[in-house]
């Protein structure tokens, strides 16, 4: 890991060395504290657990939250490589430099990053956190995803369009009157577009997702496991987290009201609630 930044107590810029690529991560917090690892959906940079970060240090924990490979600040692999495997890979990389065992927290895409790593692969984990994510996806709120992520190839005029599709793509949130925080997730090209700050090219290995490997992983989860479901989403259902439950009989769950897959962006006061109480309980 390099840091870049020799202020303790603040939000630092980091990189570790990945599966052959170099891994951008925000860190806060005690050195010596409990590491969690948060691990963002597809599409989304790390700036998507900035309240979480937040919370995490202030309750002393280590937090650590990544760019996934071909996202934000983290190097696009020259062979565009965006599997599964690649992705675990890079989870571990960056849990193995760890002084003790991490959280691994992941939303959608990382949360099936995480599954793999600690029910699969029995990466070296303290537990983990599903947010919205289970072996069963729910097809066509998969499709309203990829929908939304393809539907702009020649991306936007300025951050106000870039906000206009947002807001039309969650209607339920309310369109913030300040957008220049989406500046965080969009890349400005030299046409003068902004563009979603992950390669394209990753879309073109999109694939089903394989739910008997991912149900085998559940089945290999024995430690501290916490499903954190949506109350509005259209990728994972109620039959969807129940059947998780099922297969992991010690995980615990936590139904947040009024948020839909993204979750920590809809209700981030109930999402930190919820995850923060179960780790406090599960550090040790």
């Not at 504290?33 to 599409?43: D, E, K, N, T, Y």
């Amino acid at each position: 890991m390099t840091d870049t930044s020799t202020d303790p107590a603040a939000l630092r810029s980091v990189r570790f060395q990945g599966a052959g690529i170099q891994i951008a991560a925000d860190v806060a917090g005690p050195e010596e504290g409990v590491p969690v690892i948060l691990s963002p959906g597809g599409g989304q940079t790390r700036a998507a657990w900035g309240g979480a970060v937040a919370e995490g240090a202030r309750r002393g924990f280590r937090m650590i939250s990544l760019d996934l490979r071909g996202h934000g600040e983290t190097e696009w692999p020259k062979n565009k490589d965006y599997s599964l495997d690649s992705h675990v890979a890079d989870i571990k990389a960056v849990a193995d430099t760890l002084a003790q065992p991490a959280f691994i927290v992941g939303a959608s895409l990382g949360g099936i990053i995480g599954l793999v790593y600690v029910g699969e692969t029995k990466g070296r984990a303290r537990g983990l956190v599903l947010v919205d994510t289970t072996p069963r996806i729910e097809p066509q709120g998969a499709a309203r995803i990829r929908a939304f992520m393809t539907a702009r190839p020649d991306g936007f005029t300025s951050l106000e369009d870039a906000a206009d599709a947002v807001a039309a793509y969650l209607p339920h949130r309310k369109r913030p009157t300040d957008v220049s925080g989406l500046a965080r997730n969009l890349r400005l090209g030299p046409d003068g577009r902004y563009r979603w700050h992950w390669d394209p090219a990753r879309m073109d290995q999109d694939r089903a997702i394989d739910q008997p490997r991912l149900e085998a992983a559940a089945r290999g989860l024995t430690g501290p496991t916490l499903l954190v479901r949506g109350r509005m989403s259209d990728v994972v259902s109620p039959q969807g987290a129940q059947e998780f439950l099922d297969m992991v009989p010690q995980a615990e769950f936590a139904d947040i009201a009024g948020a839909d897959h993204m979750v920590a962006g809809d209700r981030n006061d109930a999402f930190n609630e919820a995850v923060f109480s179960f780790l406090e309980r599960r550090r040790g």
